[in-house]
């Protein structure tokens, strides 16, 4: 390793052959001394400061001939409004996919997958491992095809984005995993594998510390809704008191297959969010939609199917070559560019993917870090917080949305209210009352929170405000004028923080957001 240096823009070590990869992006002043993550900031600050309109030409039509481009698929907890509070700390996560691998995302600095299960043979083989052990199984290092489609997913939910110094990570990046492997040997994912698997967490998933199971994956067609062995064991699960997350599939068709057709399950369509922060441009995805065995409409809710980015998996044809095309493009060799557009590249360990397989995951990102907000929430009480949190998708018929677009902040903030009782409405900031505006924080570390905005130029002192019960903070009431304001929490002096429970942000220009209150 070189001498460390510093960073020039947020001050941490770096050595230079991390400085190296920011010659991927050559507009960058490398010479400058900003290591990656800043790089990756920058550029993202570069994309929305160009406005939402700017945002989705770039990356939806100049993808990735400019260098701005070159961090087109926006994070996702910028995309889904994420509340930065809450990672899935203390919560451990079930995927069901075609196969896996032990992702750096996963395993690095600490090794947070519990469990590798193989659910295609019966008895069921199951390897679990300790945060301090490298985790192994059979066949991890094949770089098989079928190892792909969970890689992404398992990293899309939980990754903490290890590869791209933390830009790149899901929203549960701090929660424990375990991957159960479901694809038979003939290349089939079958009813009674994803049976075995669902009645396999419901004898051990408890002992795991599982509270969510995300499932991308769908059976076989059934002759009947009623009493097939995978709606039965999903079920079973969720009277258990884990939530079950499914998604719908990608056919565009009135047609939903096992588990996704299990009353209890939230099953998860899919939206094309333009990748722009906010919702005006939101536009359904052909994803499937259909009934449950009880007449229920399905998809319960809708999320980002498009530019969501996921890992490239090492040690794949893909990998070597995304390796040399990055290195060819530092060269200014512009032929790469046609290649890492077909490939949809990223950076060399990233790309963007679409389809339903990737919305469920979010979804079950954010039951976890509901759960972390609030573990005493109930698969019932966590389906009804996510459905009135969602968003209409204007235009979208109800029986393709559900209740709506997955709104990630405003789903954590409304599970940390079911801890009060009744005499806080929901919404609960901002609040726009007879006597002034009242803003409202559910924080329960705190010592200390203040808010400050645009109405005065962000002076200080703050805007106080004060606890109205155990971690229920609320401003007293002020009048403003008619207008828009910009404004964020201070807490404890230090940290500052959106709004979570408001869906309304402003880039704040410094590579976060801003809330915004809007004053009739």
């Not at 509340?83 to 032990?102: K, Q, V």
């Not at 792909?148 to 110094?165: K, P």
């Not at 005006?280 to 007449?295: K, L, Q, T, V």
């Not at 409202?440 to 200080?460: E, F, I, M, R």
């Amino acid at each position: 390793m070189s001498d460390p240096a510093l960073c020039s823009v947020c001050g941490k070590p770096f050595d230079a052959a991390l400085l190296a990869e920011a010659h991927w992006y050559p507009f960058w002043e490398f010479e400058g001394g900003a290591c990656p993550a800043c790089v990756q900031r920058n550029l993202l600050c570069t994309l929305l400061e160009h406005g939402e309109a700017g945002l989705q030409e770039q990356v939806q039509s100049a993808w990735p001939l400019d260098a701005k481009s070159a961090f087109g698929a926006l994070p996702t907890p910028l995309r889904l409004h994420a509340d930065s509070r809450f990672a899935g700390r203390g919560i451990t996560l079930a995927l069901l996919d075609s196969g896996f691998y032990p992702h750096p995302d996963l395993i690095q600095p600490r090794n947070r997958i519990r469990a590798w299960v193989d659910a295609t043979r019966s008895p069921v083989l199951a390897r679990r491992f300790p945060a301090g052990r490298t985790p192994r199984w059979p066949d991890w290092d094949a770089a098989r095809d079928w190892q792909w489609h969970g890689l992404m997913t398992s990293v899309v939910a939980a990754g903490n984005g290890f590869l791209s110094h933390g830009l790149y990570r899901g929203l549960a990046s701090e929660a424990e995993v375990v991957l159960i492997q479901v694809r038979d040997t003939d290349g089939r994912v079958t009813n009674r594998t994803i049976a075995r698997a669902f009645r396999w967490l419901l004898r051990y998933g408890r002992d795991l510390g599982v509270r969510v199971v995300s499932a991308s994956v769908g059976g076989d067609p059934v002759a009947t809704l009623r009493g097939n062995p995978v709606d039965e064991a999903a079920e079973a699960l969720v009277e258990s008191g884990i939530t079950v997350v499914v998604a719908a599939g990608n056919d565009g068709q009135r047609r939903l297959l096992p588990p996704a057709t299990a009353p209890s399950v939230l099953t998860v369509g899919g939206i094309d969010d333009r990748n722009i922060f906010t919702h005006d441009e939101i536009a359904i995805w052909h994803s499937n939609y259909g009934e449950a065995s009880n007449s229920m409409p399905k998809p319960e809710l809708v999320a980002p199917s498009i530019w969501v980015a996921a890992p490239v998996l090492p040690g794949s044809a893909v990998a070597v070559e995304a390796q040399a095309l990055f290195t060819r493009r530092t060269g200014e060799e512009r032929a790469a560019e046609g290649r890492m557009a077909e490939l949809k590249l990223i950076t060399p360990h990233y790309q963007h993917v679409e389809g339903t397989s990737f919305a469920a995951p979010l979804v079950a990102s954010t039951v976890a870090c509901m759960l972390e907000a609030n573990p005493s929430l109930t698969p019932l009480l966590i389906r009804d917080v996510l459905m009135a949190t969602a968003h209409s998708v204007s235009n979208a018929p109800r029986e393709r949305q559900g209740a709506g677009a997955l709104d990630a902040g405003r789903a954590v903030a409304r599970a940390l209210a079911e801890r009060h009782g009744k005499s806080f409405a929901w919404p609960f900031s901002p609040r726009l009352t007879p006597e002034g505006v009242i803003l409202a924080l559910h924080d329960h570390d705190s010592k200390d929170v203040s808010v400050y905005g645009s109405w005065n130029d962000w002076q200080a002192p703050g805007w106080a405000a004060t606890p109205a019960e155990p971690g229920l903070w609320q401003t007293e009431p002020r009048t403003f004028a008619s207008g828009e304001y910009s404004y964020k929490f201070l807490l404890d002096g230090w940290r500052w923080l959106d709004d979570p429970a408001n869906p309304r942000k402003l880039h704040d220009g410094r590579g976060g957001l801003n809330s915004v209150l809007v004053v009739p």
